[in-house]
T-cell receptor
């Protein structure tokens, strides 16, 4: 079985400051890990993914995430928030040949001018 | 490529009515799935399909039916709508199920059942 916990339901940052979204997972197997972003009234879009290659993964729009097996974490960061980063972010765990993705509950990011 | 398309974008139903949510993809993906999104709960899997003619239940299948007669299309049927089915519904597709494959999501259908 696998599960995902996003530790913050809401994060508020000022424009130009760093963003940190925290995700912990549990999985019986070596997982693939994803971050998706959902802008208001839109579908989900892939930000980045980890698939057992480099532990530091770079994604689109300046986001990156670090896979830490010892901490079972996959936190998402961005050095400098932009107004367009205001959205909901989902951490997702997947294992090979299993239909069931596990979604975190989501973190809503607000960016203050 | 249009990617994953869904119709309608919005729908209001009365309790007991039935309807079909349409989903199509033009990426020749074998794996397709339906999710519902409710506040604070992330996305929950309703039904999925690993290829034409093959479907199976996800976490929350009650009250919904699916079929997969072609690779491209994966409609979701609500048999007798209930207020608890008020939600946003997303269709997704990917090259294969699970593993490192990215899911491609449609824009969603916002359903209200009164």
């Amino acid at each position: 079985a696998q599960s995902v916990t996003q530790l913050d339901s809401h994060v508020s940052v000022s424009e130009g400051t760093p963003v940190l979204l925290r995700c912990n997972y549990s999985s019986s197997y070596s997982p693939s890990l994803f971050w998706y972003v959902q802008h208001p009234n839109k579908g989900l879009q892939l930000l980045l993914k980890y698939t057992s290659a480099a532990t530091l993964v770079k994604g689109i729009n300046g986001f990156e995430a670090e896979f830490k097996k010892s901490e079972t974490s996959f936190h998402l960061t961005k050095p400098s928030a932009h107004m367009s980063d205001a959205a909901e972010y989902f951490c997702v765990v997947s294992i090979s040949n299993d239909y069931k993705l596990s979604f975190g509950a989501g973190t809503t990011v607000t960016v203050r001018a | 490529n249009a990617g994953v398309t869904q119709t309608p974008k919005f729908q209001v139903l009365k309790t007991g009515q039935s309807m079909t949510l349409q989903c199509a993809q033009d990426m020749n993906h074998e794996y397709m799935s339906w999710y519902r999104q409710d506040p604070g709960m992330g996305l929950r899997l309703i039904h999925y399909s690993v290829g034409a003619g093959i479907t199976d239940q996800g976490e929350v299948p009650n009250g919904y039916n699916v079929s997969r007669s072609t690779t491209e299309d994966f409609p979701l049927r609500l048999l007798s709508a209930a207020p608890s089915q008020t939600s946003v519904y997303f269709c997704a597709s990917s090259y294969e199920s699970g593993g490192p494959y990215e899911q491609y999501f449609g824009p969603g259908t916002r359903l209200t059942v009164t």
